[in-house]
């Protein structure tokens, strides 16, 4: 069974820029959440993904998107790029019906904005 | 809305002993999910134990175990015979029942399990 995987692994963003993060789901999993978890802090649920359709958002701005793919896997978009959004990004997948509760998460993407 | 709130941004334990860490959290719902993740330098997370809100016994996953006290809204996480490869950041984490799997997270214990 192949984990959530993500990349890439780190990666530098001069402010104004646009970047696109990736995900691919555990097996079998349908749902892909995203998370931001600031240095120091507690990840923040940006935003999840169910069949492909967007099911939840957190308190993040409309410059943060994202999609879903008939396969699962995921992206995270972010546009004009502000130093705050400097973080490390975390994705997670479940499988609603079997608890669904429990997501199992990738090892993140650490994303420096200068 | 729901809040988490993780007291102790760093604890520290001898191998061997036992650590408690402590988690409040607020909410309205009566139906909801608590959990402890480790997030150990590998920057991985890795759920540790999770309690059903509805259940009253405290859950159990051989060394860790929870004190779940839905009166006062507490939720705390006793590690028993610490080991070094328990060293990372734990986070205590909230998930209302229902169709949106949202995750809202504590700002994490730092735990340092020392030789």
């Known amino acids: 069974e192949t984990g959530v995987t993500q990349s890439p692994t780190h990666l530098i963003k001069t402010r104004g820029q646009q970047v696109t993060l990736r995900c691919s789901s555990q097996?079998?999993?349908?749902?892909v959440s995203w998370y931001q978890q600031a240095l120091g802090q507690g990840p923040q649920f940006i935003f999840q993904?169910?069949?492909?359709?967007?099911?939840g958002r957190g308190n993040f701005p409309p410059r943060f998107s994202g999609l879903q793919f008939p396969n699962y896997s995921s992206e995270l978009n972010v546009n004009a790029l502000e130093l705050d959004d400097s973080a490390l990004y975390l994705c997670?997948?479940?499988?609603?019906?079997?608890?669904?509760?429990?997501?199992?998460f990738g090892p993140g993407t650490r994303l420096t904005v200068t | 809305a729901q809040t988490v709130t993780q007291s102790q941004p760093e604890m520290s334990v001898q191998e061997a002993e036992t650590v408690t860490l402590s988690c409040t959290y607020d909410?309205?719902?009566?139906?909801?999910?608590l959990f402890w993740y480790k997030q150990p330098p590998s920057r991985q997370m890795i759920l540790v134990i999770r309690q059903e809100a509805y259940k009253q016994q405290n859950a159990t996953e051989n060394r860790f175990s929870v004190n779940f006290q839905k009166a006062a809204k507490s939720f705390s996480l006793k590690i028993s015979d610490s080991q070094l490869g328990d060293t990372a950041m734990y986070f205590c984490?909230?998930?209302?029942?229902?169709?949106?799997?949202?995750?809202?997270f504590g700002k994490g214990t730092l735990l340092t399990v020392n030789p």
């Open positions: 993904y169910y069949r492909e359709e967007e099911n």
């Open positions: 909410t309205s719902e009566s139906n909801y999910y």
């Open positions: 097996s079998g999993h349908n749902t």
């Open positions: 984490a909230f998930k209302v029942q229902g169709s949106n799997y949202k995750l809202t």
């Open positions: 997670a997948s479940s499988l609603p019906g079997q608890g669904g509760y429990e997501q199992y």
